[in-house]
């Protein structure tokens, strides 16, 4: 696995092993490879106690490039408290009305969370406002430059960089857009062990860590980026 996924940690290798039933502890994953390093807990108490007691979403734009050096932006809204991807798009222009319409695709049904936080950019305003509102969700807006206050949405898009965007030249917008969508959806939702939760994986039919495998099935991700390692039924 470490020969294979360049980009992976000793903690992240080891989440992959308990998906097919290898419980082994991360001291002795260390001692087979090298550049695994230390991870700092974060957990408190106080947090932990608000989520389970309200739904929270958060929501960030992520700035790229295409192979042009052409600007183009991701939005993200991200389920703080299940830790998945609610909804993702790209674009070049992302005025007030796009990033608007972009809170109405993630909010169908009446699928809306008590508290959305976001920060102090121009391209939401206050019309992204005016439809979370309506939707019965309260907007937190983050202190000027504190963007420890939208923890969750930065540390996601800290491994949508690490994980996908610095490792692949970027086409188009429509290629981005795929991009971000197969990392999102068809590998963070569903396949990549979460730390924050107990090296569980996310989505319906969520795996946890059952019997060693006889045999596993490698699937590739993003073209052999990253791979998703399940056991054989």
């Known amino acids: 696995m470490a020969t294979e996924n360049r980009l992976w940690g000793a903690e992240r290798i080891r989440g992959e092993l308990l998906k097919v039933g290898v419980r082994v502890a991360k001291r002795t994953i260390q001692r087979c490879m090298r550049g695994a390093g230390p991870v700092a807990p974060r957990s408190g108490q106080r947090w932990r106690t608000f989520l389970r007691n309200h739904t929270v979403w958060a929501c960030d734009f992520l700035q790229t ?38 809170l109405r695709n993630a909010t169908p049904f009446g699928h809306v969370p008590q508290f959305l936080i976001r ?14 509102a309506g939707a019965g969700t309260r907007v937190v807006r983050t202190a000027v430059q504190a963007p420890l206050m939208n923890a969750v949405c930065e540390r996601f898009l ?56 006889r045999s596993v099935i490698v699937i590739p991700v993003l073209g052999g980026l990253h791979h998703d390692y399940r056991a054989a039924a």
């Open 158 to 213: 800290g491994s949508v960089r690490r994980e996908c965007l610095d490792h692949i030249v970027i086409l188009s917008e429509a290629h981005l857009r795929h991009v971000v969508a197969e990392y999102s959806f068809g590998y963070f939702n569903t396949a990549r062990p979460h730390q924050g939760i107990g090296q569980r994986i996310l989505g319906p039919g969520e795996r946890a860590p059952g019997p060693r495998a």
């Open 65 to 102: 490039y295409d192979i042009w050096f052409r600007p183009i932006f991701v939005f993200f809204i991200v389920d703080v408290n299940a830790k998945r991807v609610v909804q993702v798009s790209a674009t070049r222009a992302p005025t007030q009305a796009w990033t608007t319409q972009q």
């Open 119 to 132: 920060d102090r950019d121009d391209k939401f305003g206050a019309a992204f406002d005016r439809v979370a």
